[in-house]
């Protein structure tokens, strides 16, 4: 079936990196763009940017400009998204999700189950 | 604080129909497409409404969405304990060049 499986909970000290995967399966990777979503503690959805895996253009949200790396291997049929400067700030579960442009441009119809990130010294 | 203004929490009682707001502006809701996304406890959150008004293939025809200038709303007719959750809107916004959600409505059924 059509999914997205991500990567386990990763635990990070302030200052550092953390690179997060998300392997597609049950569909062409490379037609439909991938983007990522965080959710703090408690909080709502804070959308980060996409990745078309067809051509590895990215966009970015103005938030984390310089600080978020989002790639892919289509080899693996796999996005990823890389976060550096970690601080307190930055724990909590990131998802990523597919977009399905036939259901409108911002529409996110499969979602991975998320990834937990905690930063923490 | 949320681009897209939403109540914190709704409720209903079973069989009940209640309605979640979300309002924005000219750049994001007045100008774009709105979707609804579902976040069961612990669950990521599922696609409910596309293009304002659409339903997904599997959401049942309780849920509909409706969007009027700045504003969108989401209804939910003959509530149930499983519709308990999270609900979110979202929409691009021209000016941020982001896509933008809603605080969140936590949906109690009673």
């Known amino acids: 079936q059509v999914q997205l499986v991500q990567s386990g909970a990763e635990v990070k000290e302030p200052g550092a990196s953390v690179k997060v995967s998300c392997k597609a399966s049950g569909y062409t990777f490379s037609a439909h763009y991938v983007n990522w979503v965080r959710q703090a503690p408690g909080q709502g959805l804070e959308w980060m940017g996409w990745i078309n895996p067809n051509n590895g253009a990215t966009n970015y949200a103005q938030t984390f400009q310089g600080r978020v790396t989002l790639t892919r291997d289509t080899s693996m049929s796999t996005a990823y998204m890389e976060l550096s400067s970690l601080t307190s700030d930055d724990t909590a579960v990131y998802f990523c999700?597919?977009?399905?442009?036939?259901?409108?441009?911002?529409?996110?119809?499969?979602w991975g189950q998320g990834t937990e990130v905690t930063v923490s010294s | 604080q949320s681009v897209l203004t939403q109540a914190p929490s709704a409720s209903g009682t079973p069989g009940q129909r209640v309605t979640i707001s979300c309002s924005g502006s000219s750049s994001n809701i007045g100008n774009n497409y709105l979707y609804w996304y579902q976040q069961l406890p612990g669950s990521a959150p599922k696609l409910l409404i596309y293009r304002n008004n659409q339903r997904p293939s599997g959401v049942p025809d309780r849920f509909s969405g409706s969007k009027s200038g700045t504003s969108a709303s989401l209804a939910i007719s003959g509530l149930r304990s499983e519709d308990e959750a999270d609900y979110y809107c979202?929409?691009?916004?021209?000016?941020?060049?982001?896509?933008?959600f809603g605080g969140g409505t936590e949906l109690t059924v009673l």
């Open positions: 979202a929409a691009w916004d021209d000016s941020l060049s982001a896509v933008v």
């Open positions: 999700a597919r977009r399905w442009r036939q259901l409108g441009p911002d529409a996110f119809d499969i």
